[in-house]
């Protein structure tokens, strides 16, 4: 039980720590210091709620709906070339963001955005559902229940020493030129993962 809750764990960490757009959005929050506990705890309980749905057997159920498919494909690649161009502004303009806590960004609007990148991005649906689900169709009984837990685990570490250990980057931060570049590396990223999207 205890190397299949390992393997899920180090499974789990394996997908979540790549470079994306939630990711990105974490980071973000984390160096202004907004709402970071809620974001984190929103991300990791997604990626639990998933997780779950795929060791429970839903996910053959999603990797056969081809229209379901290409409708999240289509919303997510359209949000994350939205969310991309939103950066290049800020990075045209870094003056107006600063690494210090302003309260820029309500916590109605962070969740919204931070839901937007959970649930309309195909890739997280791919990742937790059915790769992780179907890996957890090698275990069974409590060994399955224990590799989702391992899954589960490893959001949570990764999501809250994401957006906690952001505030170590402060003082590199401190300047406009940082964030220029942060946002440009994020508009990037949500361009690349746009076109990855709808090929």
């Known amino acids: 039980m205890l190397s299949a ?22 980071l973000r929050q984390g160096l202004l210091r907004e709402h970071v506990f809620v974001l984190c705890l929103i991300c990791s309980l997604s990626d639990a709620l998933l997780i779950a749905l795929g060791v429970g057997g839903f996910g ?7 229209t379901a498919i290409r409708l999240v494909t289509w919303a997510g690649a359209a949000f994350l070339t939205v969310y991309g161009l939103i950066a290049l502004r800020r990075a045209w303009n870094p003056g107006a963001m600063t690494a210090k806590r302003s309260g820029g960004t309500s916590l109605a609007k962070a969740v919204a955005t931070c839901l937007s990148f959970t649930f309309l991005n195909p890739h997280v649906y791919l990742d937790t559902v059915v790769l992780v689900g179907g890996i957890s169709a090698g275990f069974e009984g409590i060994a399955r229940l224990a590799f989702g837990i391992g899954a589960v685990s490893a959001s949570f570490v990764w999501f ?23 946002d440009v590396a994020i508009a990037i ?10 090929r």
């Open 189 to 198: 990223v949500m361009f690349a993962l746009a076109i990855t999207l709808l």
């Open 5 to 26: 809750g390992l393997s899920g764990f180090l499974l789990g960490g394996s997908l979540i720590i790549a470079i994306g757009a939630q990711n990105a959005f974490i």
């Open 60 to 66: 053959t159920l999603i990797a056969t709906s081809a």
């Open 160 to 182: 809250y020493a994401l957006g906690y250990g952001a505030r170590l980057l402060q003082p590199l931060f401190a300047r406009p030129q940082a964030w220029r570049v942060l």
